[in-house]
């Protein structure tokens, strides 16, 4: 009876979706995964902006100026007319010094491209050496949020399962109630029972419909959820994964796992890192920067030179020696930053230790749930065929027969919630372990 409850009650097909494709499928086309991939994409940006003070600047200019007066220089009224007159008496030629210079245009445009280039900048360089751990620190955000999500499919993936089954013991059950009514109407027939007995016989029909009510309604809830997260047809038949094999011997073993894989851990064991690197930079502050700079420059006022196009080039040292004391702030927030850094590292480090202890002990309770109830379908099963043996012979009562059926349909739910547990206890053991992420098959 047990084997046949259980064919019925699972009865997926050779084609049915395994937990790994509900999770290739979930990772693909849910809003959380897309959400995660997006934030990631965005630190990968990021990444460039770390390194782009190290980069060359190229800053183009222009600018059009009017001015009130046009000026030029006249190099013929250096000297006084007794002087050109004398020059022109001796030589018998007037005196000529050249062409007026235009120095300044009523109007004039003029315009330059720089390019410079950081030469020191430790504060930058040092910056740009820290940028990995901030990217590492970031994709291992991104593991844990996918392990969190993978976590929540499989629970979904069986409230999908157990909604199903649930929803076949509750039809067995009306079944179940429905002959118990045909008996007794049987017996009261040959004046066996009373009509107090078939009264009783339809109100346990009544209970089993609103138990077989309540029971489609959350499978219902569990499928639209899943269908949603997937795509896959709310109806599509699923395969019961079953648990992995025990990785870890021991608890301590595991607990030093955690520390070792779990995604969080390495993130604030990374940010340790970064809080130390920013207050680095935050003391580099002081240090002078060097600039390598060249100007091409082109101007209507040509001037003493007659070029339009000119160049430039030179090395400019900035020192700030005094910025009003934001560098001691910033230094002491820094050096903060890097104790609240380290507190949260062991902090994480003592959650994901109870993660495991509360994951293991879970599913010990699991398995020896599991073990146990599996004595009490076999007992409620025969306790069940007991009483509807006597019920049929006229010798038992109806009230037997039905509690004896409500106690097989809760052995057979607390079954398949037990097996259930189980599996979720190895995933959320896998998960505080950093396993979850890596591992083939959640």
Do not use: C, Y
């Given at each position: 009876m047990i084997a046949v409850w259980f064919a019925l009650g699972f009865g997926w097909g050779a084609n049915a979706a395994t937990l790994d494709e509900v999770w290739a499928s979930v990772s693909t086309r849910s809003h959380e995964a897309l959400l995660i991939e997006e934030q990631?994409?965005?630190?990968?940006?990021?990444?460039?902006?770390?390194?782009?003070?190290?980069?060359?600047k190229v800053v183009l200019g222009s600018n059009v100026t009017f001015n009130q007066v046009e000026v030029a220089f006249d190099p013929n009224a250096l000297f006084p007319p007794e002087i050109t007159g004398l020059v022109e008496q001796l030589t018998g030629a007037p005196l000529e010094l050249g062409d007026p210079i235009l120095l300044q245009k009523k109007a004039a445009l003029d315009g330059s491209i720089?390019?410079?280039?950081?030469?020191?900048?430790?504060?930058?360089?040092?910056?740009?050496?820290?940028?990995?751990?901030?990217?590492?620190?970031?994709?291992?955000?991104?593991?844990?949020?996918?392990?969190?999500l993978r976590k929540g499919v499989a629970q979904v993936y069986w409230a999908v399962l157990l909604g199903r089954a649930a929803e076949k013991v509750s039809q067995d059950a009306l079944t179940n109630a429905e002959q118990h009514r045909e008996m007794v109407r049987k017996l009261r027939a040959g004046g066996v029972a009373v009509a107090q007995a078939e009264l009783q016989a339809e109100l346990a029909i009544a209970r089993a419909k609103r138990e077989l009510t309540a029971a489609s309604a959350r499978r219902a809830v569990a499928e639209r959820l899943l269908s949603d997260w997937t795509g896959l047809p709310s109806d599509a038949p699923l395969e019961e994964p079953q648990p992995s094999a025990k990785a870890f011997g021991s608890l301590e073993a595991a607990v030093e796992h955690a520390w070792t894989h779990r995604p969080e851990v390495a993130a604030a064991r990374l940010r340790v890192d970064t809080a130390r690197n920013q207050h680095t930079v935050s003391m580099l502050g002081w240090v002078p920067t060097i600039d390598g700079r060249f100007t091409e420059q082109y101007t209507q006022n040509t001037g003493f030179s007659g070029r339009n196009w000119i160049w430039n080039a030179g090395i400019q040292l900035n020192w700030v020696a005094w910025d009003g004391g934001f560098r001691l702030v910033d230094t002491?927030?820094?050096?903060?930053?890097?104790?609240?850094?380290?507190?949260?590292?062991?902090?994480?480090?003592?959650?994901?230790?109870?993660?495991?202890?509360?994951?293991?002990?879970?599913?010990?309770?699991?398995?020896?749930?599991?073990?146990?109830v599996t004595r009490e379908?076999?007992?409620?099963?025969?306790?069940?065929?007991?009483?509807?043996?006597?019920?049929?012979?006229?010798?038992?009562?109806?009230?037997?027969?039905?509690?004896?059926?409500?106690?097989?349909?809760?052995?057979?739910?607390?079954?398949?919630?037990?097996?259930?547990?189980v599996h979720l206890a190895d995933v959320a053991l896998r998960h505080a372990t950093g396993e979850l992420r890596l591992a083939t098959s959640p």
């Open positions: 990631q994409k965005q630190l990968e940006e990021a990444e460039f902006l770390s390194i782009a003070a190290l980069l060359p720089t390019f410079l280039q950081p030469i020191v900048n430790a504060p930058a360089f040092v910056q740009a050496a820290g940028v990995d751990d901030i990217m590492e620190a970031g994709a291992r955000d991104r593991d844990a949020k996918l392990a969190d002491r927030q820094k050096a903060s930053q890097v104790r609240m850094a380290e507190t949260a590292h062991d902090r994480q480090r003592d959650a994901v230790r109870r993660e495991v202890e509360a994951a293991w002990l879970e599913r010990q309770r699991a398995e020896a749930a599991q073990a146990s379908i076999e007992l409620a099963t025969e306790n069940l065929r007991l009483a509807e043996v006597s019920l049929a012979g006229g010798v038992g009562t109806l009230q037997t027969a039905e509690d004896a059926r409500l106690g097989l349909a809760a052995a057979r739910l607390a079954e398949l919630s037990e097996r259930m547990n």
